[in-house]
């Protein structure tokens, strides 16, 4: 159990505004809700450029590659950003990258319900762009204002690159809705195949006790809800500018409220795809992770024989 | 190094909880404890900072003695920067208005980026 008095002012700090360093002292349940929170944030980075990187040999310009390519090395990078502050925090666990990393192979952290489906085509590489990233950039800017410094700067840092992908997705949905109808009937496909994913991806109308207490810790400062609710404001007119249709005939705007009615996802078959990696793409991408992370666990360890070899030469 | 010389320590100040810590110059010192110090007295006297790093300039391995390891320079990068998409004259086209990432964080945070 935790000081209460230590807790105690800790709170008031949140209450006040302050802001939470690595060193600084922190309830348990804080550091807790932290990890798992950013564990998985860093996560889906990794497991989210996989669908995408499946497409930078396919893309249809080289300038198409280049780019969809330089926002595969982002996401990637993002990843590795927040893994070292999931570490920071893990360290009275003695838990580091090799461990947080392990836990994917294993199922033990979940990634984004996004990230387990699959991208036939090249417009759902555009769509990911526009609606995915759309929809986890309403989510990032958010945590801003987190009460968690650390991670407060480090998406500065990180949506000031999602800037580039939200302009890159719409840059590829414009060309194949202003290109023949083939190009934007597989843009309408692939808007077909989304829309419910993204209804998934800000979590259920009722939130978990978890989500509720990161709420109280200030590490978030709006609902499941709140999000789903400014990303539909934001992308139906705009999907519905480019004439094409959202599949959800509920879909409805309040006028008094400006609150939007839409169709449940299928939370079941969605819950459980994220709990048991079950979705179309989920074994694919998962058994990439545990390539690169197993097979080439040798080539780590070579590299770091080599630098302590170094080190114990006579004169070094 | 001399009997009675300090090492030198690289002095890093933090404006606000949500900055980058910023290099601002080095200074000599006897341990970490008197460079926090001595760091504090040399710098930031008059601007206030809420925290200050002292890093043992031995400690720093700097890219600029070994220039294949900086970024490529004259590079076309364009491709990689939000600039480098002018997507308002099509969303124009379809009678909608371009997006800033800007105006995003602006709602979802109250505040001016
Ligand atoms: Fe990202
Ligand atoms: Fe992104």
Do not use: C
Not at chain 2, 23 to 42: C, D, F
């Amino acid at each position: 159990m935790d000081d209460p008095i230590r807790t105690r002012e800790f709170l008031d700090r949140l209450e006040q505004g302050d802001k939470i360093e690595a060193t600084d002292w922190m309830p348990s349940e804080y550091r807790d809700l932290l990890i798992k929170q950013i564990h998985m944030h860093g996560i889906s980075e990794i497991m989210g450029a996989y669908p995408e990187k499946e497409w930078v040999p396919k893309a249809p310009t080289i300038r198409r590659k280049l780019a969809l390519n330089a926002k595969v090395q982002d996401e990637i990078g993002h990843g590795q950003m927040l893994l070292r502050l999931a570490e920071d925090l893990s360290r009275p666990y003695g838990r580091g990258r090799e461990a947080l990393m392990d836990d994917v192979i294993a199922g033990r952290v979940k990634f984004h319900n996004v990230f387990h489906m699959s991208a036939p085509t090249w417009a759902d590489a555009g769509v990911i762009g526009f609606l995915v990233d759309g929809g986890a950039i309403i989510t990032q800017a958010m945590l801003l204002d987190s009460s968690y410094a650390p991670y407060a700067r480090m998406l500065k840092r990180i949506v000031a690159e999602e800037s580039f992908h939200m302009q890159h997705g719409e840059s590829v949905v414009l060309a194949l809705a202003e290109g023949t109808d083939a190009q934007r009937n597989m843009l309408q496909e692939a808007i077909n195949r989304w829309w419910e994913p993204m209804m998934f991806f800000f979590g259920p109308r009722e939130m978990g006790r978890g989500s509720q207490r990161m709420m109280e810790y200030k590490i978030r400062t709006l609902t499941n809800e709140d999000l789903r609710q400014k990303f539909i404001n934001r992308y139906v007119p705009r999907v519905r500018a480019l004439g094409m249709s959202i599949p959800d005939p509920k879909l409805k705007q309040d006028p008094a409220t400006g609150l939007w009615e839409y169709t449940d996802p299928d939370w079941d078959w969605f819950n459980k795809m994220v709990r048991d990696n079950s979705g179309p793409m989920s074994q694919a991408r998962i058994a990439l992770r545990r390539y690169a992370h197993e097979e080439q666990r040798w080539v780590r360890e070579a590299v770091n024989h080599a630098t302590q070899a170094l080190a114990e030469l006579p004169g070094a | 190094m001399s009997q009675g010389e300090y090492p030198v320590y690289e002095v890093f100040g933090q404006k606000d909880r949500l900055a980058f810590h910023t290099h601002v110059g080095s200074i000599r010192a006897a341990n970490p404890e008197m460079a926090l110090q001595m760091a504090r007295e040399a710098f930031f006297r008059r601007e206030t900072v809420v925290d200050i790093w002292v890093v043992p300039q031995d400690a720093i391995y700097s890219a600029a003695q070994e220039p294949a390891y900086l970024p490529q320079i004259g590079e076309d990068k364009k491709y990689r920067l939000p600039s480098g998409y002018d997507n308002a004259p099509h969303w124009k086209r379809f009678k909608a208005r371009a997006m800033s990432i800007e105006e995003v964080a602006e709602e979802m945070t109250g505040k001016r980026g």
